[in-house]
């Protein structure tokens, strides 16, 4: 499990939003924000019920997902003032959960946490959904102070 300083989890438990960067077969990057939690060491980020251009089954982030596990999540502050920005930059490996089969557990228990950081997901369908799973390799954190 990644080690973080106090300070970098502090960062992530106030942070709303991250960043999620996926890799398609062709090697182009794709970078959407994202919801999440952060828990045990590890990221989840939903599919939710917010309009998207395809089905959730077809939304690129799964389908790069599935190519190619490694993914990169940054959760920033950013300030006017510069003197107080900050990140955590993380590296790692993703997968998507359903909400049935060996993963069921974890998946309830992410869902749950998203429940209480997000009052917006109390009355969703994201229990039906995948989530996605990232499992950190290695994590940078930087502050300006």
Same mark, same amino acid.
């Given at each position: ?8 989890? /502090? +960062?992530?438990?106030? %942070?709303? =939003?991250?960043?999620?960067?996926? @890799?398609?077969?062709?090697? *182009? ?28 089954? /077809? +939304?690129?982030?799964? %389908?790069? =997902?599935?190519?190619?596990?490694? @993914?990169?999540?940054?959760? *920033? ?69």
């Amino acid at each position: 499990m990644v080690q973080l300083p106090e300070e970098a989890l /502090r +960062l992530i438990q106030r %942070r709303p =939003i991250a960043t999620l960067a996926t @890799v398609d077969p062709e090697s *182009e990057p794709t970078v959407v924000p994202i919801c999440f939690v952060h828990h045990n060491g590890r990221l989840y980020t939903p599919i939710d019920d917010k309009r998207k251009r395809v089905s959730w089954g /077809r +939304l690129k982030r799964l %389908r790069n =997902i599935e190519h190619n596990p490694r @993914v990169s999540v940054l959760v *920033e502050e950013y300030s006017k003032d510069w003197s107080q920005l900050a990140y955590v930059l993380f590296h790692g490996n993703a997968e998507a959960l359903l909400p049935q089969g060996p993963f069921a557990r974890e998946h309830r228990v992410a869902i749950d946490l998203f429940h209480d950081k997000y009052a917006q997901y109390r009355s969703s369908t994201i229990d039906r959904r995948p989530i996605i799973r990232v499992i950190p390799t290695r994590a940078t954190f930087w502050t300006a102070t």
